[in-house]
């Protein structure tokens, strides 16, 4: 929508705007020169404003992740997905409200078995994993760029690893 309200040629602009008895080419060519760092500019904003539309045009959703690292790390072939993490489901062991402590006993060691609280639950696994093909090599710096992206479009309490498979 309005997209052809951002598209502005400058030096036909400066031409249609020079009355007819000003129209050498000296003189056009001259105004082009004064012209030209508003062409630099509007330049600048039109590269700003595709890179701001397509932020805003991906989402945290799988889907939306795996086109950004797609489209940044392996164009082509596209082969870089998201698996969902591991989850540890608590034990049920009595109602809170019955207030009873709980002992259960290795038998075999006679020691009590820890359970998992909902603090260590939280901390176990990781929300998702990002699955790169084994062919696509990255370097360091693409890591960290790559680790950078997710960060941008993840949700904040999300956790992830990155692992090559």
Not at 20 to 46: K, N, S, Y
Not at 88 to 116: L, S
């Amino acid at each position: 929508m309005y997209e052809n309200i951002f598209n502005i040629d400058f030096y036909r602009l400066v031409a249609q705007m020079l009355p007819l008895r000003r129209r050498r080419a000296q003189f056009m060519h001259w105004l082009f020169c004064l012209v030209e760092p508003i062409v630099q500019l509007h330049q600048q904003f039109m590269q700003f404003r595709d890179r701001t539309n397509y932020k805003l045009a991906h989402t945290p959703q799988v889907f939306s992740i795996e086109n950004v690292l797609n489209d940044a790390f392996d164009r082509v072939q596209r082969r870089i997905f998201i698996e969902d993490g591991e989850f540890t489901f608590p034990v049920y062991f009595y109602d809170r409200t019955e207030n009873k402590p709980v002992f259960f006993f290795d038998r075999a060691d006679n020691e009590p078995v820890r359970f998992y609280d909902r603090k260590a639950l939280g901390q176990l696994g990781v929300d998702f994993t990002i699955v790169l093909p084994n062919g696509l090599v990255i370097s360091d710096a693409e890591m960290i760029r790559l680790q950078a992206l997710v960060d941008f479009y993840k949700l904040p309490d999300k956790t992830y690893t990155v692992t090559y498979g």
